[in-house]
């Protein structure tokens, strides 16, 4: 190979391992192009050519500093010498494909910007630029003032070499030149197509010379068959054909194919747990199963397992069967039958499974790996084929794979439960998303480049394969003005903007032609198998798509002792909850009585609901069933509360449409509120009661009992955030209500006075809060009994306005009388005993006694940490009180 130094003009010969070199690329113009003696003797350096070669040199020294050698086939093939051209001609593919950057020059495009003009270049019609154009890693389009136009493909090996590439052109060209985009950015994906493909790709193309047509095929091809300029364009088309004939046939008798469908993924990110794993099980005669969620990879795994089985034992045949439905299986099998050339499948009346079968069998055609794609609903393998002769009727499609020593069979599954019936347990392999760094390293060789929010993209694309690809596909489509940042920022706007981007179908080499490539719509292909055949099992779903997606309890889902068996009924519950996780649908966790869901797999699900005309259909019943466990907010259901908070979050998110389903709604709202608020979440408190107030008060009137809860708990939030006005003026509003409507000793009047009492403590009005605080006290014993928990609760607030009123010893026996009480009906442990603790052991403090204060706060605080955690307000209050008895004792 010679190559010319861009910086002093004078050619070297190379015959292995060249240095780092560019490559050129132009139209010949015979007459005045220069030849190798021209520049070697720089001579007729007026010629247009010279010129052109001065050009390319120039861009080289400018914009690739970073290499010395240029090649021009102009000057650096002697063109006098007949060996010297052939020798050229066999190896100009690889020159091309070695190159760190090809420049194409389009001598007749003025305008970088001008689309039309670039697409109308006769660049584009010539025959050799077809070879330059598909082994260049790297081609820089270049207008006649040498100005870049854009780019195909990108060599990041050699990316610190390149100059700025302008814009990504590889679709442009693509449609220019009808060659497959996945084949200009590698051509090693060549292979994947026919020759009859890639002859097809020079149609329309011209040459100067009439062999060139042929020639020019030679890398495209693999057939270097060596130039014979004088022989004509017929003979040498025909020597071409012949060799590759004879090709193909020495191949076929060298070693057994690889039948893959789809092309090698060149940015295939490994995964080495999943790749050993299946390596382990797939022993001759075996059958493993790959299985998970529809998007997650598994197919993308066994097509880089089938062509690294080819690479390293080329002995071994590789097969891919489509097994979606029975009409693809059988034609898969029928191609499958004329590649293998298989024996009296001619005949009309042949039964080509049978024959594929005996051939499968016989062991002298050598060791075979065979991949059956797509298996989500094996029934139609477990059945005879209806044309099975007489004698075999017995004889299911799946038996016509047989098992034998020198075979082995990989599946692909959505469901565990269909592969388990044609695989044991301990030959499933469960394919989960990806890991972070394999997700972001997915993105980055997608997108051609790192962002610094690309980890929290692959997060909110919960890692899922094919999610990535749709969304890089995306970005690089509308490149530059759409990136990493500005498609997560459309992702995260809301649910419909989420699911119109994972709805979108883009173009994927390595996915099934009959499979969706919108990751939103594959999960919907599982949703409706599941629902034709386990209808109970999908509204399931239904409910559980509207869950916070961790931690999905059983206590939410499972319905015991319905009349009418709704989604999650114990009759049907387990067989329900073991087809969505055989689906991949949902997962189980540490705890056997809690699920997850992945947030685009909810996303999907209510947009497939939506289609139907049934998600508020199951949004009722999620809010129902919500309603239906969601407990009272007393201190015994604390832990209950806290589980299922998370759902009723969710729930806030969506108000329904129907009156009942609004006033269960406004249930969840008003006793999940009572739970945030008793956390010290009062703004999240204030929001639920809020809403909860809104719909009882417009669906049930003002006046309603529970109107007056919701009213009463937006004021007592009011008043725990300080805002006393505002609690004040609502709450004497709710206790005129309660005693018009209730009555003056009704229990949730005497509460909402209390309530009332506390804001006027709040605010120091001392007075007012005893005079109030008195007569609740006395109410409630006569209505209530002394002790009541509301009687015990009112005394303590009497309490609390003695003691803020200086009125130490009435203060004091109060607070003994509570802490009594409660320990003997509640429990020392239980919140309100400890509250009662701590309150009492503020008022020794004011009194001076600070030994008992500090014994009594050690105790509070202890059953605070257990019964509460160390971030609840009451657990903080306690500790700094605590603390700073102790530095007074000191």
């Known amino acids: 190979m010679r190559l010319l130094n861009v910086q002093t003009r004078i050619f070297e010969q190379f015959y292995a391992d060249a240095p780092a070199y ?78 760190v950057v090809c420049l194409a020059y389009l001598a007749d495009v003025s305008d970088s910007e001008d689309e039309d003009e670039f697409r109308r270049s006769e660049w584009f019609r010539r025959g050799w630029t077809l070879q330059e154009l598909i082994a260049s890693k790297t081609v820089i389009f270049l207008t006649k003032d040498w100005q870049a136009i854009g780019h195909k493909g990108w060599n990041v090996g050699d990316a610190k070499s390149l100059p700025p590439m302008g814009r990504c052109l590889t679709q442009c060209v693509a449609q220019i030149t009808g060659v497959p985009d996945g084949v200009l950015d590698d051509s090693r994906r060549l292979e994947a197509f026919s020759k009859e493909e890639r002859l097809r790709w020079v149609h329309g193309r011209n040459t100067t010379r009439e062999e060139d047509m042929a020639y020019c095929l030679f890398g495209i091809l693999d057939a270097p068959i060596g130039a014979n300029y004088g022989e004509g364009a017929e003979r040498a088309r025909r020597r071409l054909l012949i060799a590759i004939e004879l090709m ?63 690479k390293l034992r080329p002995d071994t045949w590789v097969f891919w069967l489509h097994a979606s439905n029975a009409v693809r299986f059988e034609q898969s099998a029928r191609d499958l039958a004329d590649l293998l050339q298989v024996s009296g499948r001619e005949d009309p009346n042949a039964d080509v499974l049978q024959l594929l079968r005996n051939w499968l069998r016989d062991a002298s055609k050598g060791s075979w790996l065979m991949v059956l794609d797509n298996v989500d609903d094996a029934s139609f393998l477990l059945e005879p084929p209806p044309t099975t002769a007489e004698t075999r009727r017995t004889q299911r499609r799946i038996d016509f794979v047989p098992f034998c020593e020198h075979g082995s069979v990989l599946i692909t599954s959505r469901s565990e439960s269909e592969a388990l019936k044609m695989v044991y347990e301990d030959d499933v392999v469960h394919v989960m998303p990806m890991n972070e760094e394999e997700a972001r390293s997915l993105l980055v060789s997608k997108v051609k480049g790192e962002s610094a929010d690309d980890g929290i993209l692959v997060r909110a694309l919960d890692y899922m394969p094919l999610a990535i690809a749709q969304a890089a596909a995306y970005i690089r489509e509308r490149g530059p003005r759409c990136s990493v940042q500005q498609y997560l920022k459309e992702l995260e706007q809301n649910r419909t903007s989420r699911t119109s981007l994972l709805r979108r179908h883009v173009p994927l080499p390595s996915r099934d032609a009959e499979a969706s490539n919108a990751v939103m719509l594959t999960w919907q292909i599982s949703f409706e198998h599941i629902y034709k055949t386990q209808k109970s099992a999908a509204e399931l779903l239904s409910v559980m798509s509207f869950c916070d997606r961790l931690a999905i309890q059983e206590i939410l889902i499972r319905a015991d002792g319905a009349d009418t068996d709704p989604p999650g009924h114990s009759s049907t519950f387990e067989d329900d909850i073991v087809t969505l996780r055989n689906f991949s649908l949902v997962s189980e966790t540490p705890d056997p009585r809690e699920w997850e869901m992945h947030r685009l797999v909810q996303d999907a699900t209510q947009v497939w609901l939506e289609e139907l005309g049934r998600c508020e259909e199951a949004f009722d019943r999620f809010i129902d069933r919500l309603c239906e466990v969601f407990p009272t907010c007393h201190f015994e259901n604390w832990a209950l509360c806290r589980t299922l908070f998370p759902h009723a979050i969710r729930a806030a998110e969506r108000k329904p449409v129907g009156r009942d389903a609004q006033l269960q709604w406004s249930t969840i709202l008003y006793k999940s509120g009572r739970y945030a608020s008793e956390q010290g979440d009062f703004a999240g408190a204030l929001s639920m009661a809020t809403q909860s107030m809104a719909v009882r008060s417009a669906q049930l009137g003002d006046k309603d009992e529970m109107t007056l809860w919701s009213k009463a708990m937006v004021a007592s939030t009011y008043r725990k955030q300080g805002r006393w006005t505002e609690a004040e003026e609502l709450e004497l509003e709710v206790v005129e209500t309660s005693k018009a409507t209730l009555g003056a000793d009704h229990p949730d009047t005497l509460t909402t006075m209390g309530n009332l009492a506390s804001t006027y403590w709040a605010q120091g009005r001392w007075a007012e809060a005893e005079a109030l605080g008195v007569e609740v006290m006395e109410t409630s014993k006569t209505t209530l009994g002394a002790f009541h928990p509301d009687t015990l609760t009112s005394i303590a607030n009497l309490a609390l306005t003695y003691s803020n009123q200086g009125r130490l010893a009435k203060a004091e026996a109060l607070e ?33 006694r600070l030994t008992e204060a500090e ?27 605590l603390a700073s008895i102790q530095e007074m004792r000191s």
């Not at 070669?53 to 006098?80: A, R, S």
């Not at 003994?816 to 919140?831: C, N, P, S, W």
């Not at 400890?834 to 403090?845: D, E, G, V």
């Not at 706060?857 to 500790?879: E, M, N």
Request: aromatic share 8%; hydrophobic share 40%.
């Open 248 to 310: 193909d046939a020495d191949a076929a008798r060298a070693r057994p194919s690889l039948n893959v469908p789809f092309r090698r993924e060149p940015g295939f990110i490994p995964r080495p747990t999943l790749a050993a794993q299946m390596e382990a099980k797939l022993a001759p005669a075996a059958r493993v199963a790959l299985v998970g969620l529809g998007g997650v990879g598994k197919s993308q795994l066994a097509i880089e397992h089938c062509y690294r089985t080819h």
């Open 816 to 848: 003994v009388e509570v802490i009594e009480t409660r320990k003997a009906t509640l429990g020392q442990d239980h919140f309100a005993t400890l509250l009662s603790m701590a309150n009492l052991a503020a008022t020794y403090r004011k009194q001076g």
């Open 855 to 881: 014994a009594l706060l050690k105790v509070a605080v202890k059953g605070y940490k257990t019964k509460c955690g160390l971030q609840h307000p009451d657990t903080i209050l306690a500790l700094s009180d």
């Open 22 to 99: 560019a490559i050129a690329s132009h139209r010949w113009a015979a007459a005045s192009e220069t030849s190798y003696q021209d520049v070697q003797k720089q001579r007729n350096t007026e010629k247009a050519g010279y010129k052109k070669v001065e050009g390319f040199v120039q861009y080289v020294k400018t914009h690739v500093p970073d290499v010395e050698w240029l090649w021009i086939d102009t000057c650096c093939i002697d063109q006098k010498d007949s060996a010297e051209l052939s020798e050229a001609v066999n190896s100009m593919f690889q020159w091309y494909q070695k190159a």
